[in-house]
């Protein structure tokens, strides 16, 4: 009965390869997110998306690209990864985002780029 | 940047004692969100304080929220090792975006 589940928990590749972390809600919430948390613990908002829109954080490369098959996924695909990609992903979700609510988090995936 | 920045950036007490870590914030906001972090987990909601409110209770916990100061503060009661975890603050930004701060590791000493 988990809330927002994601897979894998650990990934570990090599410079250059492409991955997708996987994300799955059944909380029937309207809006996703994708963050990075870096080594610091310092947690930084990618991409937030429900059906209507997607927003990119600015500063995301466009090596990343968040992918919604439906409402209760969110994947991220990671092309050409990087050293510096290596963090951890957490997936979330909200009921309204307009009113801005609580978000409901993933245990997160650990990318470590060899 | 409307990052919230914790202060301390870190904590150790020991059990029983009371934790104190406070959030200071930018821009002006509706609300502000409380989170706990577990070594190797995901993050877990704990309490939101709306800009209307001064303070908030949930069982040990203890939220206050200034807006003139842009600052929240939140206490944890008689505290347990089961507390030690990191805590955030969150404030929302756009409608549908949440800006953390850096977070404060806190650890209870049995």
């Known amino acids: 009965d988990t809330a927002v589940s994601q897979t894998p928990k650990y990934l570990v590749t090599q410079m250059g390869n492409d991955k997708s972390i996987k994300c799955e809600q059944n909380?029937?919430?309207?809006?996703m997110y994708w963050y990075k948390q870096d080594s610091k613990k310092f947690l930084k908002i990618m991409f937030s998306?429900?059906?209507?829109?997607?927003?990119i954080n600015e500063t995301v490369p466009n090596r990343f690209s968040p992918k919604s098959p439906d409402k209760a996924h969110l994947n991220l695909h990671i092309n050409s990864l990087e050293l510096g990609d290596s963090a951890v992903y957490f997936c979330?979700?909200?009921?309204?985002?307009?009113?801005?609510?609580?978000?409901?988090f993933g245990p997160g995936t650990r990318l470590l780029v060899l | 940047s409307q990052q919230g920045e914790e202060d301390p950036q870190a904590l150790s007490i020991q059990e029983g004692e009371n934790a104190t870590m406070n959030c200071s914030y930018k821009?002006?906001?509706?609300?502000l969100q409380w989170y706990r972090q577990n070594s190797g987990r995901g993050l877990v909601h704990l309490i939101l304080?709306?800009?209307?409110?001064r303070e908030k209770h949930s069982g040990r916990l203890r939220v206050t929220l200034d807006t003139s100061k842009k600052s929240s503060s939140l206490l944890i009661t008689a505290s347990r090792a089961a507390d030690t975890a990191s805590y955030f603050c969150?404030?929302?930004?756009?409608?549908?975006?949440?800006?953390f701060g850096t977070g404060t590791s806190l650890t209870v000493i049995p």
């Open positions: 979330a979700s909200s009921q309204d985002p307009r009113r801005e609510e609580t978000q409901y």
């Open positions: 909380l029937g919430h309207d809006t």
């Open positions: 998306y429900n059906n209507k829109e997607l927003i």
């Open positions: 821009t002006s906001i509706n609300n």
């Open positions: 304080i709306r800009s209307n409110e």
């Open positions: 969150a404030t929302p930004f756009g409608g549908n975006q949440f800006y």
